[in-house]
Every structure is written in C-alpha cells, then in structure tokens.
C-alpha cells in the first residue's frame, strides 16, 4: 500500500510539473524590504506549494481553479493572494506579527542558538562556539555548555565521562549525523574518535528525542552534525600543542570533482609521550597514548532532480597505556610486579546518507542511512585483560510530508540494527548477537504562531527484548512574544554492555558479582526501561537596550526497570535489575545576556536529586555533585583590517559529591563521606589576523586545582583495597597550550 501510494505521489508531481508556472518573491514589510527565506507558499485547499529560496524566490505549478495563494512565515501575518494571471511575477510582503525570534548567542565567531519555535528542547552549538576552547575532541567539546557535565571516568585512562540530565552516556543517544555511533563498544572511548575540527555543529536535546532516531535515548540526544566538502574550507590545518607534551594536528582538504561530486579528506593525529606523576602517588596522572584517524567523505549533490548524498570511510588505531611510571610492557605486561595496562583500538566504518526532495512537492521528500562498523578492543588492566569485538550494521528509512496543509507534517519509516559481540573478561567469553526491526510514525503540528506539537510512536521487534511500543510526545506553547513553554513525555529502552560501559570497574582490584533474572537480555539480565518527563521555559527579553533571555527547565527519569552497578560494597561491584526504585530529576536555571556589542556573559546553575534503592539501601548517586554553578564570558574586539581579538573565560563550581562507602576498609585506605567542592578556571585569547590565520592561547584548570589522593592505596595496587574510581575533580593541575588555524576557501 505504501509502495502504491509513493508511486501516486510522483506521478501527481510528474504531472504537476508539465504544468504552468507561476513564480514570484516573498519579502518582510517595511523600509528595506527583505527577502523571507523559508516562507510557505501553497494553493488554498490543495497539497501544492513550496517554500522560497534564499532570496526569497519561489515558484511553483499554477492551478487556475484554485486561483489563491496562501502565504505563511513564522512570526509574520499569514496572507492569501489572488492569482489571475500566471504570466506576471508576484511581489508579495508580509507585516510582521511579532517580536518571536530565534534567540542567539551571537559574536562574529560563535554561536549557540535554542529555538522559540520547535517543540524539543533543542540546543544549536556551531563550530565556531567550539572554538572558545581547544576542543580537541568530542568528550571536550561540552566545556563551555552548562547542560553538559564533564568529568574523568578514572584516575588512570584519561577518559572523560559526560553527563545529562545527571545520567551517564549510555543513558544518551549519540549519534554523528542522526546514525547512532557512541554505543556498544565504543561507549567508553568512542567521544574521543571524533576530532573538534571535523564537527560542524551539535545539537543537544534534552529529554526525551525523536522516535526517528531509535529507542534507546532516556536522558536526551546528541546529534553531530559533520563539516561538509562543498561548504567547508579547500584547505585547513590545525596544529596544537600543550605543557604536558600533548600534541596534535588536524587536516582537511575538499575538492570539487565534477559539478556534483566533491570530496574531502580528513586526517587526525594526536600524540602524548611524557610521563607525569605531578602527585608523586607512583601513577602517570594521564596515559601515554597516540591515535591516527583518517576518514575520506563524498558528497553529490544534483540540485535541479533533488538528489544529495554524502558517503564516508573511516579507518581508526588508537592506543593507550596507563599505570605505575616505571611500566614497561615489554617486561611487566600481566605481570605481577609492575601495575600496568594497555588499551588498543581499531575501528572501521563505512556510513552513507541520501535524500530526494520533490522539486515541484518540496515539502515531500525521502532518505535512506546506512552504516557498518568493525570495532576492536584489546586491554589489560594490571592482572585482568578485557577484550571486545563488535560488528554492527545500521539502516534508516524514512519518507516526509504534509496532510492538507504544511501545518500537519509526517514522517514515517522503518529500520534494522544489527550488533553482534563478542567478549573475553578476565577467563570468561561472553558472545551474543542483537538485532531489530522498527517502524516509526511521527505526526508534527505547527500553526506558526503559538503552537507546536509533535507527536510520535516506534514499533520494534528485538530479538532479545520481544515487542515493544517506543511513545515519544513533545509540546511548545508561546503564550507571548519572546517565550516558548515545552513539556515532553517519553520512553526509552536499551540492553546494558555492563563490561563495555563500565571499563573503569577493571582498574580496581574488585570482584565482578552478576545477578541474573533469569532473562534473555545481555548477561541474564533485563533490559532497561525509563520514562522521562520534562517541562521547560525560554523566555527573550531586553535589558538596558541589550538582549537577554532566561531559561528554566526540570526534567525527571523514572526507571521501571534499571541495571544497577552497584559499587557500595568497596570490595565488590555487582550488576542487578531494580524495579521502581531509582530516579533522577534535575533542575537548571540559565540566564544569557549581551552585556555590550561583542560582550556576553552565560551564567547557569543545576540542581541533581539522583537516588537509588542499592542492596544496602536507598542511597545519592555517588561522584554527583547535587550543585553545581558555571559562568562564561565572552569579548571579541570590532574587526579591523580583517582582524580581531577574542577573549573567553569559563568557571565551574561543583559542590561535594557522595563517595561510594570505604568503612570497611583498613583506616589508611578510608574516604570521607563526601568530597570537597571543586572550583576551575579555563581561559584562551585568540588572536585573528586574517580570514586565513589565527593563533590561540589559553590554559585549563589555571587555579591548578588538583585532587590530593585519586587513586586509593597506590602504595599497594595489587592488594585487595586498589581502585581508581574516585575521581570528583582535577588530577594534572593547570596545563597551558597553543596552536594555530590556517585555511584556505
């Protein structure tokens, strides 16, 4: 039925556009008349129209017996035209309705947007906003975003943890071009194979996502969108360099091939080769490491049939070893002598996107996503050796349109995951393979005003997880200019890779404790289940003749089924399903204000009530600050000559945070209940001289903030009491760097 209605669709469109045309320009009212990309324009009571260009243009088949022309823009009066004779071009204008306007952050380099207008709470980050911090990767492209937390995952691997919503990555779904990547294998590692400069933009959406882009999200969504040949730059390089030996270079180069072919590649290399025990505990307070990363990406693009594609292939080693500073893996590797590891990692990838826009029907259009990966893991953490295989193909199918009008819009289409894994943990193999057949449906009403609601639903068939109905509702209200009310509800679902997600567990001298349920999910465990429910305010305003806006927003998860890792016992970790017994809510508040022209401040404050019902009793998340606060300034000097200064500095406060318990342990290996608060600085100036050339210069952590003891008995790492897991702040102390952008357009 569906192949029957498609093959309807495009013979109306092949018939359409043998017809006559009309065409025309829609512009904003008033004294210089600008052009409204983006407008609506369609026949009163039909399915025909189109939206204009760039400049405003439009054009479209023309349909005598209708003979009005509805015109349609956010933020603008909806008008209806009279159409007599197709041969005359149209000058249509629309008055402005309102002040509704996207809000931005905007200096003539960085960028952070949130929308008014769209029903999720989504927030825009540019590349350019990336560049207030040497992002050197994605694990550190969150420094400046307060919705964002970023912590190391241990005291000895050097890996950052983020957080959602107080929820750990897993808990996200994070994908590179709406095809999810960082799972599975790659969920400890995975932020870091994806180099800053290759990112376009990210979006960030809290709570829960689309039902389009699967089942798995709880905490929220992380979109990376990546640079693309015809738009990025000929030729950029990218070279960095740190006090702590870190060293690291970037390359692009995009050509055209013919005139619809382009092509880039894009090369990474990163090295660190020093060893430091700034603490003098007798463990390098980062690991040695050095990764090569090369991806070569293809775009065609055929604008006059609709037609764009993007293809890339990605090969990845990256290599880490970590441990005591007198480790020699040539000598002490599982040995008992020497604590050590090592951590090595190939990955390819192959992934493509393609879209078909109707020219004459531009509000109907399909896609396709493809993608498959070889990911390869093997390690060893002092005595313990962790090993993970993992090949997965992903496929996404999808078809868009509108109902009578372009204020109803749909989306609906299938999909199918397939993971097959395999394990070895310590002397045990663990093998399974996942698959799943979805099909999704989501319904979109915008009336350009006030009201925005998107409702959708997904089906899947697990082969381990049965049947299940995925439930995702989203809701923006406007009830004044410059304010937009969201609320969502929805649900998630997800198999834990217990050992893949929690890597950290092996550099600990604890034992491993499953608890099965005697289910058919991974390990003999359940799958988890959440719900999430949110409600958020924005509200624009101006204060003192300058922008401003607030946002305020609480979000709760409530899990009907967790996997718990248990870490209460400081002997111990054990895996067991909850039911009912765990939640998280989190409360923040954000205030963004343009102080002058090129001067704006972003001050936030967040709120965490994360409890959960462990074996011992209901107990805080541990390692969660339940305060945390965070400021961000922000100067860029009038351009002058094609150059300019620019100035950025970010505090964070993050307030004691629960230590697991250590009661038990002899007095000497004993932590407090909590941690003390954590206070950093993060600074850089960049100096712009060209559009081709700018330095930069900045430090992390410059009040040198340092954690005294964050690896419990060191002295001793292969008794009983070793773990590296308490981490709540700094290890290195301040680090300085430097590098340099040039480029060619």
Same mark, same amino acid.
């Given at each position: %039925?569906?192949?029957?209605?498609?093959?309807?669709?495009?013979?109306?469109?092949?018939?359409?556009?043998?017809?006559?045309?009309?065409?025309?320009?829609?512009?904003?009212?008033?004294?210089?008349?600008?052009?409204?990309?983006?407008?609506?324009?369609?026949? $009163?009571?039909?399915?025909?129209?189109?939206?204009?260009?760039?400049?405003?243009?439009?054009?479209?088949?023309?349909?005598?017996?209708?003979?009005?022309?509805?015109?349609?823009?956010?933020?603008?009066?909806?008008?209806?035209?009279?159409?007599?004779?197709?041969?005359?071009? $149209?000058?249509?204008?629309?008055?402005?309705?309102?002040?509704?306007?996207?809000?931005?952050?905007?200096?003539?380099?960085?960028?952070?947007?949130?929308?008014?207008?769209?029903?999720?709470?989504?927030?825009?980050?540019?590349?350019?906003?990336?560049?207030?911090?040497?992002?050197?990767?994605?694990?550190?492209?969150?420094?400046?975003?307060?919705?964002?937390?970023?912590?190391?995952?241990?005291?000895?691997? =050097?890996?950052?943890?983020?957080?959602?919503?107080?929820?750990?990555?897993?808990?996200?779904?994070?994908?590179?071009?709406?095809?999810?990547?960082?799972?599975?294998?790659?969920?400890?590692?995975?932020?870091?194979?994806?180099?800053?400069?290759?990112?376009?933009?990210?979006?960030?959406?809290?709570?829960?996502?689309?039902?389009?882009?699967?089942?798995? /999200? %709880?905490?929220?969504?992380?979109?990376?969108?990546?640079?693309?040949?015809?738009?990025?730059?000929?030729?950029?390089?990218?070279?960095?360099?740190?006090?702590?030996?870190?060293?690291?270079?970037? /390359?692009?180069?995009?050509?055209?091939?013919?005139?619809?072919?382009?092509?880039?590649?894009?090369?990474?290399?990163?090295?660190? #080769?020093?060893?430091?025990?700034?603490?003098?505990?007798?463990?390098?307070?980062?690991?040695?490491?050095?990764?090569?990363?090369?991806?070569?990406?293809?775009?065609?693009?055929?604008?006059?049939?609709?037609?764009?594609?993007?293809?890339?292939?990605?090969?990845?080693?990256?290599?880490?070893?970590?441990?005591?500073?007198?480790?020699?893996?040539?000598?002490?590797?599982?040995?008992?002598?020497?604590?050590?590891?090592?951590?090595?990692?190939?990955?390819?990838?192959?992934?493509?996107?393609? =879209?078909?826009?109707?020219?004459?029907?531009?509000?109907?259009?399909?896609?396709?996503?493809?993608?498959?990966?070889?990911?390869?893991?093997?390690?060893?953490?002092?005595?313990?050796?962790?090993?993970?295989?993992?090949?997965?193909?992903?496929?996404?199918?999808?078809?868009?349109?509108?109902?009578?009008?372009?204020?109803?819009?749909?989306?609906?289409?299938?999909?199918?995951?397939?993971?097959?894994?395999?394990?070895?943990?310590?002397?045990?193999?663990?093998?399974?393979?996942?698959?799943?057949?979805?099909?999704?449906?989501?319904?979109?009403?915008?009336?350009?005003?006030?009201?925005?609601?998107?409702?959708?639903?997904?089906?899947? #068939?697990?082969?381990?997880?049965?049947?299940?109905?995925?439930?995702?509702?989203?809701?923006?209200?406007?009830?004044?200019?410059?304010?937009?009310?969201?609320? /969502?509800?929805?649900? =998630?679902?997800?198999?834990?890779?217990?050992?893949?997600?929690? #890597?950290?567990?092996?550099?600990?001298?604890?034992?491993?404790?499953?608890?099965?349920?005697?289910?058919?999910?991974?390990?003999?465990?359940?799958?988890?289940?959440?719900?999430?429910?949110?409600?958020?305010?924005?509200?624009?305003?101006?204060?003192? =003749?300058?922008?401003?806006?607030?946002?305020?927003?609480?979000?709760?998860?409530?899990?009907?089924?967790?996997?718990?890792?248990?870490?209460?016992?400081?002997?111990?970790?054990?895996?067991?399903?909850?039911?009912?017994?765990?939640?998280?809510?989190?409360?923040?508040?954000?205030?963004?204000?343009?102080?002058?022209?090129?001067?704006?401040?972003?001050?936030?404050?967040?709120?965490?009530?994360?409890?959960?019902?462990?074996? /011992?009793?209901?107990?805080?998340?541990?390692?969660?600050?339940?305060?945390?606060?965070?400021?961000?300034?922000?100067?860029?000097?009038?351009?002058?000559?094609?150059?300019?200064?620019?100035?950025?500095?970010?505090?964070?406060?993050?307030?004691?945070?629960?230590?697991?318990?250590?009661?038990?342990?002899?007095?000497?290996?004993?932590?407090?209940?909590?941690?003390?608060?954590?206070?950093?600085?993060?600074?850089? +100036?960049?100096?712009?001289?060209?559009?081709?050339?700018?330095?930069?210069?900045?430090?992390?952590?410059?009040?040198? +903030?340092?954690?005294?003891?964050?690896?419990?008995?060191?002295?001793?790492?292969?008794?009983?009491?070793?773990?590296?897991?308490?981490?709540?702040?700094?290890?290195?102390?301040?680090?300085?760097? %430097?590098?340099?952008?040039?480029?060619?357009?």
């Amino acid at each position: %039925m569906k192949r029957i209605f498609c093959l309807f669709m495009l013979f109306l469109g092949i018939c359409a556009g043998a017809q006559e045309k009309i065409s025309g320009v829609v512009y904003e009212r008033g004294e210089k008349n600008m052009p409204l990309p983006g407008a609506n324009v369609y026949w $009163l009571g039909t399915q025909v129209g189109t939206v204009t260009d760039f400049d405003g243009k439009f054009d479209l088949p023309y349909k005598s017996e209708s003979q009005q022309l509805v015109v349609s823009y956010i933020g603008f009066t909806t008008d209806t035209v009279a159409v007599r004779d197709a041969k005359i071009p $149209l000058k249509i204008e629309l008055a402005p309705k309102s002040n509704l306007d996207e809000i931005k952050i905007v200096s003539k380099k960085q960028a952070t947007s949130r929308s008014f207008l769209d029903a999720q709470n989504v927030i825009n980050v540019s590349s350019d906003e990336l560049l207030k911090a040497a992002c050197c990767n994605l694990s550190e492209s969150f420094e400046t975003n307060p919705s964002i937390d970023v912590n190391f995952a241990d005291a000895i691997s =050097g890996t950052r943890q983020i957080k959602m919503l107080g929820l750990t990555s897993p808990y996200i779904l994070i994908a590179t071009e709406n095809i999810p990547t960082v799972r599975g294998a790659s969920q400890a590692y995975g932020l870091t194979f994806t180099p800053g400069t290759w990112v376009e933009s990210i979006q960030i959406t809290k709570g829960a996502g689309s039902v389009v882009n699967g089942y798995e /999200s %709880m905490a929220g969504q992380i979109n990376v969108e990546l640079q693309k040949p015809t738009k990025d730059d000929r030729f950029f390089l990218n070279l960095y360099g740190a006090t702590n030996q870190r060293f690291e270079l970037n /390359s692009h180069f995009n050509t055209p091939v013919s005139k619809k072919w382009s092509t880039g590649l894009y090369v990474h290399g990163n090295i660190h #080769q020093e060893k430091h025990d700034v603490n003098h505990d007798g463990f390098l307070d980062m690991p040695l490491y050095h990764q090569v990363n090369v991806m070569n990406r293809w775009q065609y693009t055929d604008t006059e049939k609709g037609l764009v594609g993007f293809f890339n292939i990605r090969a990845l080693t990256d290599e880490k070893q970590a441990g005591q500073v007198n480790f020699d893996p040539e000598q002490h590797k599982l040995g008992n002598q020497v604590w050590g590891s090592e951590i090595k990692t190939q990955r390819y990838d192959f992934s493509s996107k393609f =879209g078909y826009v109707n020219p004459d029907l531009p509000w109907q259009n399909m896609g396709a996503q493809f993608s498959v990966s070889h990911h390869n893991q093997e390690s060893y953490f002092g005595l313990r050796r962790y090993d993970i295989t993992q090949n997965s193909i992903f496929t996404n199918f999808m078809y868009n349109s509108i109902i009578s009008d372009s204020r109803h819009k749909i989306k609906t289409g299938v999909s199918f995951t397939y993971d097959d894994y395999e394990e070895f943990v310590e002397n045990k193999s663990y093998t399974r393979t996942d698959n799943a057949v979805g099909a999704f449906f989501e319904y979109n009403f915008d009336n350009l005003e006030k009201l925005n609601l998107t409702l959708g639903l997904r089906a899947d #068939q697990h082969n381990r997880m049965g049947f299940f109905l995925t439930p995702r509702l989203h809701i923006r209200y406007s009830p004044w200019g410059k304010s937009a009310f969201r609320a /969502s509800i929805g649900r =998630g679902k997800r198999l834990a890779n217990i050992f893949a997600e929690n #890597q950290n567990l092996f550099a600990t001298a604890r034992s491993i404790k499953i608890y099965p349920s005697n289910s058919e999910g991974a390990y003999g465990l359940d799958a988890e289940i959440a719900w999430n429910y949110g409600v958020s305010f924005l509200q624009g305003f101006n204060l003192w =003749g300058n922008k401003a806006d607030i946002i305020v927003d609480f979000y709760r998860t409530d899990f009907e089924n967790q996997l718990v890792a248990d870490w209460e016992s400081p002997t111990q970790i054990q895996f067991y399903n909850l039911k009912n017994e765990s939640y998280a809510n989190s409360f923040q508040v954000e205030a963004n204000y343009n102080i002058a022209k090129g001067l704006h401040t972003r001050l936030a404050y967040k709120y965490y009530d994360i409890k959960t019902k462990y074996l /011992s009793g209901e107990k805080l998340k541990p390692l969660t600050a339940q305060h945390r606060f965070f400021a961000n300034l922000s100067y860029e000097t009038p351009i002058k000559n094609n150059s300019t200064w620019k100035f950025d500095v970010t505090y964070n406060w993050l307030g004691k945070q629960r230590f697991p318990q250590t009661d038990s342990n002899p007095q000497a290996y004993q932590l407090p209940e909590f941690s003390p608060e954590v206070n950093t600085v993060n600074a850089q +100036v960049t100096r712009v001289f060209s559009p081709k050339f700018e330095v930069y210069l900045g430090g992390e952590n410059i009040t040198n +903030v340092r954690q005294n003891r964050p690896i419990l008995a060191a002295d001793n790492p292969f008794g009983s009491n070793f773990d590296t897991t308490f981490v709540y702040g700094p290890i290195f102390g301040s680090m300085y760097y %430097m590098g340099l952008r040039y480029k060619l357009n």
